[in-house]
């Protein structure tokens, strides 16, 4: 037996389960598509807009890759591979004898990582910066002779750390 009571309750519930769908497919399509004509764009973070005008900030935030030139020092040998973002050209330094590799490379950003991807007949060379984290690593794979291939390992797990010199790297007595 099917009361007006319990029709009314039915009834209810079908267009409360509607509402709810429409507005979860409402706030889907915002999040997804938030340049949406007549809503407002967020700014981006004052740090984030510094570094990207070429201005230093003290937050630790990196600028993008159209305006800057990426670093990583290794925490332990303190080699470094920097690399420009716009051109791609790159240098790896070895500070135990000074050993230098360069060329140019193809940078690219993907979702606030920094990439560059170097392949040539005699090196392959990988190198990535996480910006949100300042934390990344290189690696160098280089030909010494025919059939022969050197690696090199570069790893910053200390987040934000300047760029390093090999001046710095402390020789053992």
């Not at 967020?42 to 993008?64: D, H, I, M, R, W």
């Not at 690696?151 to 090999?166: D, E, L, M, R, T």
Request: glycine share 10%; net charge positive.
């Amino acid at each position: 037996m099917v009361t007006s009571r319990s029709r009314l309750l039915r009834t209810g519930g079908i267009a409360l389960e509607w509402s709810l769908g429409v507005a979860l497919l409402g706030l889907i399509y915002l999040h997804l598509a938030p340049n949406v004509k007549g809503l407002p764009v967020p700014a981006p973070e004052p740090s984030v807009a510094a570094a990207q005008n070429g201005s230093s900030s003290s937050t630790g935030k990196l600028a993008v890759c159209a305006t800057s030139t990426v670093c990583i020092t290794d925490d332990v040998t303190h080699d470094t591979f920097t690399f420009d973002c716009p051109s791609g050209a790159y240098t790896f330094t070895r500070c135990s004898d000074g050993f230098t590799i360069t060329g140019t490379g193809t940078p690219s950003t993907v979702a606030s990582v920094e990439f560059l991807n170097a392949f040539q007949p005699d090196r392959r060379i990988t190198a990535d910066l996480m910006l949100g984290q300042g934390t990344g690593k290189a690696a160098i794979s280089f030909r010494t002779v025919q059939g022969t291939y050197q690696n090199f390992f570069i790893k910053q797990n200390i987040p934000f750390a300047p760029c390093g010199s090999c001046g710095a790297l402390k020789t053992p007595k």
